[in-house]
């Protein structure tokens, strides 16, 4: 499992999910980051959410989708527990 974190994007080897940062992504002009995660598509988010979306999307793509630690992760991002 690898999150490849760049200035522009974050990617993983194991999902196809990835975060895409938004240089005016934000209302007062500042940056952004945006994940194609299904649960958060449309949200903004700050660079830690990011990384967090991304160890959750990689988790889920793992088989592992039922820890505590991404039960914590989607508690943080108010997302629920995929159906």
């Known amino acids: 499992m690898v999150v490849t974190i760049t200035d522009k994007q974050m990617t993983s080897d ?3 999910i990835r975060a895409d940062y938004r240089p005016h992504g ?6 952004r ?4 995660h ?3 598509r ?6 830690n959410a990011a990384i967090m979306a ?5 988790e889920e793509a793992a088989g ?3 820890s505590s630690a991404t ?13």
């Not at 934000?26 to 940056?31: H, L, R, V």
């Not at 039960?71 to 159906?83: D, G, V, Y």
């Open 14 to 16: 194991l999902t196809t």
């Open 71 to 83: 039960e914590a992760w989607r508690e943080e991002l108010h997302i629920s527990r995929p159906r």
């Open 64 to 66: 592992r989708g039922d």
């Open 42 to 47: 449309a949200r903004l988010l700050d660079r």
């Open 26 to 31: 934000a209302a007062n002009g500042g940056g």
């Open 33 to 36: 980051w945006v994940s194609t």
């Open 38 to 40: 299904p649960d958060l």
């Open 54 to 58: 991304m160890m959750l999307a990689e």
